[in-house]
């Protein structure tokens, strides 16, 4: 089993009686106990994509994989409802950096952050910024030492400065319509986009 506390520490866990929903829906789809990241696409109707919307779609499956063994347990799977449901920001502001740290070498290049924005436009569809407008604005605010890389401190810091760029980034990785299919079994649009609406019930 997975350990959460790396990702669900010191924040308002989901209160049991939502958590007995979940395990049973978890449960009920995979009597393993485990979802491998093929189920985790189906079930959100995420085939077919092009090949940047997958490298983020299994950027984020690895994310919530915090064991590493190539599944989402129940309660890795509980954990990341409690991080995007109800993680404080500078907890989502970590989780984020981890999606765009795609090498795990404890800073971000402008490589990999234009690299994990273009997958999330390919996911979500059209942003108001272009990857690469989106990644010279973030180097230009938050990139202090113009060193061309972004470390844990000048991310969390610049984007809670920055209420900008604070909403940019949170509504590139908002996933609480990701839950609200698991959550109701609805399928994302005929466009592949999630719906709009937000998780409000589990908030």
């Given at each position: 089993m997975g350990?959460?506390?790396?990702?669900?520490?010191?924040?308002?866990?989901?209160?049991?009686?939502?958590?007995?929903v979940w395990y049973k829906k978890f449960m009920r789809e995979y009597p393993s106990g485990l979802q491998t990241l093929h189920e985790?696409?189906?079930?959100?109707?995420?085939?077919?994509?092009?090949?940047?919307?997958?490298?983020?779609?299994?950027?984020?499956y690895n994310t919530?994989?915090?064991?590493?063994?190539?599944?989402?347990?129940?309660?890795?799977?509980?954990?990341?409802?409690?991080?995007?449901?109800?993680?404080?920001?500078?907890?989502k502001l970590k989780w984020y950096f981890k999606l765009y740290d795609a090498?795990?070498?404890?800073s971000i290049d402008k490589k990999e952050l234009l690299n994990i924005f273009m997958a999330v436009q390919a996911l979500n569809?059209?942003?108001?910024?272009s990857p690469?407008?989106?990644?010279?604005?973030?180097?230009?605010?938050?990139?202090?030492?113009?060193?061309?890389?972004?470390?844990?401190?000048?991310?969390?810091?610049g984007t809670e400065e920055d209420q900008d760029l604070l909403e940019i980034v949170s509504k590139s990785f908002d996933f609480s319509s990701v839950l609200k299919i698991i959550y109701n079994g609805n399928q994302p649009d005929t466009?592949?986009?999630?719906?709009s609406n937000l998780v409000t019930r589990l908030i």
């Open positions: 350990n959460n506390e790396s990702i669900a520490g010191g924040q308002k866990a989901v209160p049991a009686k939502e958590t007995y985790f696409k189906t079930l959100l109707g995420l085939q077919g994509l092009n090949q940047k919307a997958n490298q983020h779609v299994d950027q984020v919530f994989d915090m064991n590493k063994d190539g599944f989402i347990d129940f309660l890795e799977f509980i954990a990341a409802i409690n991080l995007v449901v109800r993680g404080k920001m500078e907890q090498d795990g070498n404890g569809g059209q942003q108001t910024l690469e407008e989106f990644t010279n604005l973030v180097f230009h605010k938050i990139d202090k030492n113009n060193d061309g890389e972004l470390t844990l401190e000048e991310f969390i810091n466009e592949g986009k999630f719906p």
